[in-house]
């Protein structure tokens, strides 16, 4: 991916989508899905990496990096931030307490164009990815990740991942009268793919049956979260806090 691509606009049309990534031309052109050569070679090519300035993956190529864009949910336009649910449940046809919530299910539904900002009007977790500050009424920012490290193992289930860094600033008040929650969205949660992990070469998708590994939101979006809290009394430092996680496969009998 290089923002300074002639021609690129991410938020823009396909075309201008595809400018913005420098990629193997794929062999079949353009798939069924319409998606330009460009893209389509970087869907289905293994990435490059080496170990600072080595060649460590032993291709005559030192020195190669390899970078992942995550840009943040915005509103239709790709500009205007998006208001975020407080709740994990808000958008739900039915509450956890069992109240017909479908109102505010079809106020949720028109979140992508919301440019009054308004709160009721909110997006689904489900439906927001990217990362926030948690202040300034749903403050973004579009991370580039420095990969590190990549596992190609076709595990599905502790393989295939990539490890990076990234590196952003953002300046938060003090004395606030609760901690800022800046949290990072991802997804999708841990599943195999059944029949030997047949996988479709065009978009990645399993194509039979998902065996789903966890009970708690299987293959849902789920977010990381650091509690912030800048607070001006004497000597004390910022505190930066969160809940550790621990994976606990499904359990089989």
């Known amino acids: ?20 990534f420098d990629c193997p031309t794929s062999v079949t052109g353009v798939d069924a899905s319409g998606i330009s050569s460009s893209q389509e070679g970087c869907l289905n090519t293994a990435p490059q990496l080496d170990i600072q300035n080595t060649d460590s993956n032993d291709n005559t190529i030192p020195g190669e990096k390899f970078y992942i864009l995550f840009p943040p949910k915005r509103q239709d336009d790709g500009v205007t931030e998006i208001v975020q649910c407080v709740g994990p449940y808000d958008c739900d046809i039915i509450t956890p307490a069992g109240v017909d919530n479908s109102v505010q299910q079809d106020l949720c539904s028109t979140y992508r164009s919301n440019p009054s900002r308004d709160p009721l009007r909110c997006a689904p977790w489900y439906e927001v990815y990217g990362m926030f500050t948690g202040d300034e009424d749903g403050k973004s920012i579009e991370v580039e990740l420095e990969v590190t490290d990549i596992d190609q193992s076709t595990n599905p289930v502790i393989g295939n991942f990539v490890v990076g860094r990234s590196t952003f600033r953002h300046y938060y008040l003090q004395n606030s009268d609760k ?33 789903l590994q966890l009970n708690n939101n299987a293959e849902g979006r789920f977010r990381l979260e650091l509690a912030i809290w800048i607070r001006g009394d004497g000597n004390s430092s910022p505190r930066v806090t969160m809940i550790p996680i621990i994976p606990v496969p499904r359990a089989t009998i």
Not at 3 to 15: E, V
């Open 179 to 211: 901690p800022y929650i800046a949290y990072f969205t991802g997804g999708d949660r841990v599943y195999e793919c059944a029949g030997g992990n047949q996988f479709s070469d065009d978009s990645g998708r399993c194509m039979n049956e998902l065996q």
């Open 1 to 20: 991916y290089d923002a300074t691509n002639a021609g690129c606009n991410f938020f823009g049309s396909s075309t201008e989508i595809a400018a913005c």
